[in-house]
């Protein structure tokens, strides 16, 4: 076997902890930064934060001007109005403070911005010749990693189709997550979120690009979420809970950032494009029957994560062990209060052919553990129907 090579992309600075959301104005200020756009999402503005965070760059003699247009699966209409203000005001620096939505918009704005054209352009893999506008990145919730990915995900309002945006010019400069910012997320968010972190975990760890360093990365991702996503859609204030949530999150996106991910997401994206469904409740309800799918392709892997989770596969041969993946994976679900089935949130059945056509095509279903032909991917669907 040939010795592998292989890169690990994230920001080079990533802030972490209780109080980490109070250095944005200074870290703005080292960058050179002097007017900054900072980008929200209106549920976020109204919490009041964002306001704080602008002050706080506002105290370093720094100007700053709202873009607060962006929708929960944002689309490249947001992106083209967000580049036109930070064009017209003459930003030079944007920080985004939010969820999964608003950062991927920011980061496509932030690229496009200083890179031209429309987002549509940079779709695929390293697309754009040149850095984006300088990044600071605030998370608002512990599921998305999106605040140190090289990942965006725009949904092209022409065709209702997530575009899927990989790209080292799109990671932000700087992420900073403050487990205090997340304690407002109201119950559903928090369980969407960590399992939206589960499945990054999960489809990174089986991964056909993983590596020993992602491997790390997600299985303490995966145990971190097992030990604290019930607190924490629990009782929100539970700072404990949050912050382990905080950093299962974070290792989740250093491996899926760079092992990327596999069927759930393919199917995910074209659920959220076409019905504008939560992208992490879609992952949610799918990654029991992706696993379960998956399972003959590593059970050692699966294995893993059973164990990961806090099963008990004492005695057990490795394919009945990764077989319990699949059941503590569902009762996690279960607990936390995700829905049953894609049907109590909306999907058709009759949308199932289409769904599983585009699936097929999106980049992510390349780099799962086992090949999928079409019949799987609809079998797939219907079973978690």
Do not use: W
């Not at 999402?41 to 720094?62: H, M, N, P, S, Y």
């Not at 939505?101 to 429309?118: E, F, M, P, Q, R």
């Not at 390293?126 to 990145?137: C, F, G």
């Amino acid at each position: 076997m040939e010795p592998q090579v292989y890169g690990f992309f994230m920001p080079s600075v990533n802030l972490l902890g209780i109080g980490a959301a109070k250095q944005v104005g200074q870290k703005a200020k080292e960058l050179g930064a002097t007017k900054v756009l900072v980008i929200t999402g209106k549920t976020v503005e109204k919490l009041g934060f964002a306001q704080e965070i602008a002050d706080d760059i506002r105290k370093e003699d720094i100007p700053v001007v709202f873009f607060s247009d962006v929708e929960p699966n944002p689309t490249d209409k947001n992106v083209e109005a967000g580049v036109n203000t930070l064009k017209t005001e003459k930003c030079d620096m944007v920080v985004a403070i939010g969820g999964g939505s608003t950062l991927d918009c920011a980061k496509a704005i932030a690229l496009v911005g200083n890179n031209g054209g429309s987002i549509a352009d940079y779709a695929g893999i390293d697309v754009s010749k040149s850095p984006m506008v300088p990044l600071i990145t605030v998370n608002t919730t512990a599921g998305t990693a999106s605040e140190m990915t090289r990942i965006a995900v725009i949904t092209n309002t022409e065709t209702s189709q997530k575009m899927v945006i990989v790209d080292k010019h799109i990671t932000p400069t700087i992420s900073i997550n403050d487990p205090q910012l997340t304690t407002k997320l109201p119950a559903e968010l928090t369980a969407g979120t960590g399992m939206d972190a589960l499945t990054h975990a999960v489809e990174a760890y089986v991964s056909i690009l993983a590596t020993p360093v992602t491997d790390a990365c997600a299985l303490q991702a995966i145990r971190l979420v097992g030990q604290n996503l019930r607190n924490a859609v629990e009782n929100g204030q539970d700072l404990v809970a949050r912050e382990g949530m905080t950093n299962a999150q974070f290792l989740a996106g250093m491996a899926f950032n760079n092992a990327l991910l596999g069927y759930a997401h393919a199917i995910a994206h074209q659920l959220g494009g076409i019905y504008n469904l939560p992208h992490g409740l879609c992952n949610a309800i799918l990654l029991p029957h992706i696993v379960k799918f998956n399972l003959d392709a590593k059970p050692e892997r699966f294995a893993d994560i059973a164990i990961a989770l806090g099963a008990d596969v004492s005695g057990l041969s490795p394919v009945e062990a990764a077989e319990k993946a699949v059941d503590v994976i569902a009762k996690l679900g279960q607990d936390v209060g995700i829905p049953n089935g894609l049907s109590e949130i909306g999907v058709k059945e009759e949308d199932i052919p289409m769904l599983a056509e585009l699936s097929m095509k999106d980049p992510c279903a390349l780099f799962n553990p086992k090949k999928a032909t079409l019949e799987d991917v609809i079998s797939i669907l219907k079973s978690a129907f």
